[in-house]
T-cell receptor
Framework: GAVVSQHPSRVICKSGTSVKIECRSLDFQATTMFWYRQFPKQSLMLMATSNEGSKATYEQGVEKDKFLINHASLTLSTLTVTSAHPEDSSFYIC?????????????FGPGTRLLVL | DQQVKQNSPSLSVQEGRISILNCDYTNSMFDYFLWYKKYPAEGPTFLISISSIKDKNEDGRFTVFLNKSAKHLSLHIVPSQPGDSAVYFCAAAKEIRGSSNTGKLIFGQGTTLQVKP
């Protein structure tokens, strides 16, 4: 299957700092990427949908000014957690799909563990 | 509002026997369903999917059954192997033509499968 990478895999930061997480599709062009977060023992919650060259679409309850998403190319989307606080500590996972309008499978990255102290 | 539900948080089966994981959904607009397998601290891995025009899809040891009238789907793994031990998520999607949200997945809470040797 297709490969999606995330960087970093783990990050620890102080409260108030900003953290950038990169999501890359390594062997295909991803017109759409999705960002999820997962709390322990809970489901994956979709945060936003990122389309290359356009603004991200955020799910209800997700602060777009806090979680900045940039999908600058067909292989890269970034999620920036601005002014991170301990409650932002979570497991962030991105996924990518290649063809819009098709029922294509989403390929997930390995996730990024964020711990805000 | 939990649109996709996996009511069994855990399941334990003996190696070689059948594992049956269940999933229910509430939104009749969903027309595509997927099963993912996830290990701790990793992203989900796609297993198998089914379109709403079918009631069964088989891939090796994995078979997914869809009962649209009951809004229920299940994943059968036979024979179960210890390496199948993981968290299994079902996900549902609805294709909205022309929308940037095409392909958005809604996940269930997950079922932890343990296959005992």
């Amino acid at each position: 299957g297709a490969v999606v990478s995330q960087h970093p895999s783990r990050v620890i930061c102080k409260s108030g700092t900003s953290v950038k997480i990169e999501c890359r599709s390594l062997d295909f062009q991803a017109t759409t990427m999705f960002w999820y977060r997962q709390f322990p023992k809970q489901s994956l919650m979709l945060m936003a949908t990122s389309n290359e060259g356009s603004k991200a679409t955020y799910e209800q309850g997700v602060e777009k000014d806090k979680f900045l998403i940039n999908h600058a190319s067909l292989t890269l989307s970034t999620l920036t957690v601005t002014s991170a606080h301990p409650e932002d500590s979570s497991f962030y996972i991105c996924s990518a799909r290649s063809r819009p309008g098709e029922k294509e499978t989403q390929y997930f990255g390995p996730g990024t563990r964020l711990l805000v102290l | 509002d939990q649109q996709v539900k996996q009511n069994s948080p855990s399941l334990s089966v003996q190696e070689g026997r059948i594992s049956i994981l269940n999933c229910d959904y509430t939104n009749s607009m969903f027309d595509y369903f997927l099963w993912y397998k996830k290990y701790p601290a990793e992203g989900p891995t796609f297993l198998i999917s089914i379109s709403s025009i079918k009631d069964k899809n088989e891939d090796g040891r994995f078979t997914v059954f869809l009962n649209k009238s009951a809004k229920h789907l299940s994943l059968h793994i036979v024979p179960s192997q210890p390496g199948d031990s993981a968290v299994y998520f079902c996900a549902a999607a609805k294709e909205i033509r022309g929308s940037s949200n095409t392909g958005k997945l809604i996940f269930g809470q997950g079922t932890t499968l343990q296959v005992k040797p």
